[in-house]
């Protein structure tokens, strides 16, 4: 990750060699509010009037924020905890059949149902996760991928529940309850907001944690996890908070995303659809910024639909895109960002 925005895992490995489980070393105070969030706000907000502009139309906007969400709490994962979890699908789903499944069956409430989704979703994460958090590399991975297939097809075949193949129908968008005052959402443009100040949370929030004393272990667990083991740091509980905290964070963009889409079905759990966000981790550079998934969850939506104005197989496109950025430049479209601005700097 990025000198600007993430820990040193070799600086606090190296403090906790000299002073035994003193803990990582202390590290420059983390921003409050990081200038590229004001920055990712502000272009957010002006999206529906910008998309249009380029051909594109403004529901996309509830959909790039969304993703944009979703990349950012896998990113804790992968990224800064070095855990590659290729089933995360199976949390984005199960967050949505909950918000549906709450809506329907409890009480139609925006925060309860949200809260259904991030609840379940996180129950279903800590089960996973009792699972594969003494397991790393290979290993992990296989075992996330099998208990995606499992939830998937779970969703496919429990028709009771989940409706089968043909999902959850007709969920509807309550008004926002603040209490004082009821904001409805029926419309694009009112979801939109909901959404993008749901996102601007959870980023601040994923900020504190990666540059929290938690966030610094899992640093030094991704850069040598037997050697943050012997300096007495309790890896499988650091692994195993972290898995839980992305699947809620997943769980909370599944609920959204049901709600955008007024239905929760099966296909966003599969396999390839679990690919898709580590494509857009790996493409915006997330293994080298904090900011590379937010990047790489736009990237993806947009060549998403202008490739797919004009062929039905952009994702052949876009994997051939894909495949360049992993060979040529293995630390994303954020380390592209990062030459051009050291490039650009002795003209300052």
């Known amino acids: 990750m990025s000198a600007a925005a993430d820990p040193a895992p070799s600086a606090a490995l190296d403090a906790g ?10 590290a420059a105070p983390a921003a409050r509010l990081p ?30 924020a969304i993703f944009m969400l979703y990349a950012q709490g896998y990113n804790l994962l992968l990224g800064h905890s070095g855990l590659p979890s290729f089933g995360h699908g199976a949390f984005f789903g199960v967050g949505a059949y909950a918000f549906g499944l709450a809506q329907k069956h409890v009480v139609e409430n925006l925060w309860v149902d949200l809260a259904a989704g991030v609840l379940v979703a996180a129950l279903a994460g800590a089960f996973v ?35 089968g193949e043909d999902g959850l129908l007709n969920l509807r968008r309550p008004d926002v ?10 419309s694009n443009e009112g979801l939109f907001l909901l959404v993008l ?31 943050a083991r012997f300096l ?23 609920a959204l995303f049901a709600m955008a889409q ?29 900011w590379g998934p937010l990047v790489g969850a736009a990237f993806f939506i947009l060549a998403r639909d202008l490739l797919g104005a004009y062929t ?19 630390e994303g479209l954020a380390g592209i960002w990062r030459q051009l601005r050291a490039t650009a700097a002795p003209w300052r």
């Open 17 to 26: 060699a000299g002073a035994g489980n003193a803990g990582p070393a202390r």
């Open 35 to 64: 200038r590229p969030l004001v920055a990712l706000v502000l272009l957010l907000v002006a999206a529906p009037w910008w998309l249009p502009a380029v051909g594109l139309y403004p529901y996309l906007a509830v959909e790039v």
């Open 129 to 163: 996760a009792a699972f594969v958090s003494h397991r790393r590399g290979i290993y992990y991975a296989l075992l996330t991928i099998a208990f995606g297939q499992v939830a998937w097809f779970v969703a496919i075949k429990w028709h009771s529940v989940t409706g």
């Open 177 to 186: 309850d603040l209490g004082f005052a009821r904001l409805p959402i029926a």
């Open 197 to 227: 100040a749901l996102l601007a949370a959870v980023v601040l929030g994923c900020w504190r944690f990666v540059h929290s004393p938690l966030g610094r272990v899992l640093a030094c667990i991704r850069q040598n996890e037997t050697r």
């Open 232 to 254: 007495g740091y309790r890896v499988w509980w650091c692994k195993f908070a972290v898995f839980v905290l992305s699947t809620a964070i997943a769980g909370l963009a599944g």
């Open 262 to 290: 007024q239905s929760a079905y099966p296909n966003v759990m599969s396999l390839h659809q679990s690919g898709f966000v580590v494509m857009m981790v790996l493409i915006g550079g997330g293994l080298a910024s904090f």
């Open 312 to 330: 039905e197989t952009w994702l052949l496109w876009y994997g051939l895109v894909f495949m360049a950025v992993v060979l040529w430049q293995p």
